[in-house]
């Protein structure tokens, strides 16, 4: 069984370690885990594994984040990965940094990247794993937010938060994402 996992993010050292990169991050963080490297591919930064007898596809799409949707599809139909097997971790501010949540399926709530995943795929239902980032923002202020780095405060939590992500990963390929839902979306980070 095959299985895509994409984080969202925009390539570019200036975006390294944001907000907005955080599924970047989880996706290094699965295949460090793991012992993967990325490369380059066709719209794409890409690394392959092979784990519990499962193949896994991780990409980080080159095409910055408003773009998502052209690489998303691309490798899906590369790799011939049903819907059910995609899994897209994005960043979220409408969740507090507390919070993960998987879901089976929803709206892009704003989220350019899931917006343009969502109107190349032509669906809103694929799996997808909400990192919150909180919404700590003065009024017009949420493209500086989610383009700033983390503070020296939130760091510590990010790195714990980011580690569960990748169980919560290894969980959604091994038993399931329903199963997987109702422990991830219990959990309360703190402090």
């Known amino acids: 069984m095959k299985f895509l996992l994409i984080g969202l993010g925009n390539i570019g050292s200036e ?12 996706v290094d963080a699965f295949a ?19 784990w519990k007898g499962k193949k896994l596809t991780l990409v980080k799409p080159t095409t910055y984040m408003n773009l998502s949707g052209k690489a998303v599809k691309y490798w899906m139909e ?3 990965v049903a819907l059910e097997q ?19 399926s929803g709206s892009c709530a ?10 190349t795929l032509l669906t809103d239902k694929y799996p997808r794993l909400r990192f919150g980032i909180g919404n700590n923002f003065p ?8 383009l700033d780095r983390w503070t020296s405060e939130e760091s510590p939590l990010v790195k714990r938060k980011v580690e ?3 169980e919560v990963i290894e969980n ?5 994402i329903e199963r997987t839902m109702n422990e991830a979306n219990k959990l309360e980070f703190t402090l």
């Open 139 to 146: 009024k017009g202020g949420q493209a500086d937010f989610v």
């Open 110 to 119: 704003g989220h350019n990247g899931l917006r343009s995943i969502e109107e």
């Open 15 to 26: 975006y390294e370690y944001t907000r907005h990169n955080i599924g970047f991050d989880v």
């Open 164 to 166: 569960k992500c990748v």
């Open 86 to 104: 995609l899994l897209v971790i994005v960043d979220d501010i409408a969740l507090p940094l507390s919070r993960i949540r998987l879901r089976p």
């Open 172 to 176: 959604f390929i091994t038993i399931g």
């Open 32 to 50: 460090q885990k793991h012992g993967g490297f990325f490369g380059v591919g066709r719209l794409a930064q890409v690394c392959e594994l092979k």
């Open 78 to 80: 590369k790799e011939s």
